[in-house]
């Protein structure tokens, strides 16, 4: 099994920052893209930052200049750093990763990728 286990969200007022963490366990063999998804209720879970396992970023545009993705592959963590937080960033984060996992605990047979997300984390920005 795999999992993916975020912590970092909270309230916090309109200017601040968060940090967001997500770290992948279990019978991994390959951790390939991962990302962080946001979801208000009655929309679509839309992306907002995503880094390669060779750390090419991309970022939605609202987030540019703001947002920061990085990920420890020796932890297999992702992280997001959010800075001058606005109002309208509030929203439920997931944490997604592209992951290749091992056929069973110990052994070494990778199976074909696929893709995994966290349990979710709540961000609330005060105005």
């Known amino acids: 099994q795999v999992q993916l286990v975020e912590s970092g969200g909270g309230l916090v007022q309109a200017g601040g920052s968060l940090r967001l963490s997500c770290a992948a366990s279990?019978?991994?063999?390959?951790?390939?893209?991962m990302g962080w998804y946001r979801q208000i209720p009655g929309k679509q879970r839309e992306l907002v930052a995503a880094?390669?396992?060779?750390?090419?970023?991309n970022y939605a545009d609202s987030v540019k200049g703001r947002f920061t993705i990085s990920r420890d592959n020796a932890k297999n963590t992702v992280y997001l750093q959010m800075n001058s937080l606005k109002a309208e960033d509030t929203a439920v984060y997931y944490c997604?990763?592209?992951?290749?996992?091992?056929?069973?605990?110990?052994?070494?047979?990778?199976?074909?990728?696929?893709?995994?997300w966290g349990q979710g984390t709540q961000v609330t920005v005060s105005s």
């Open positions: 997604n990763a592209n992951i290749n996992p091992r056929r069973g605990v110990g052994i070494s047979i990778r199976e074909p990728a696929r893709e995994y």
């Open positions: 880094i390669t396992t060779g750390g090419s970023t």
């Open positions: 279990g019978s991994i063999f390959s951790i390939n893209a």
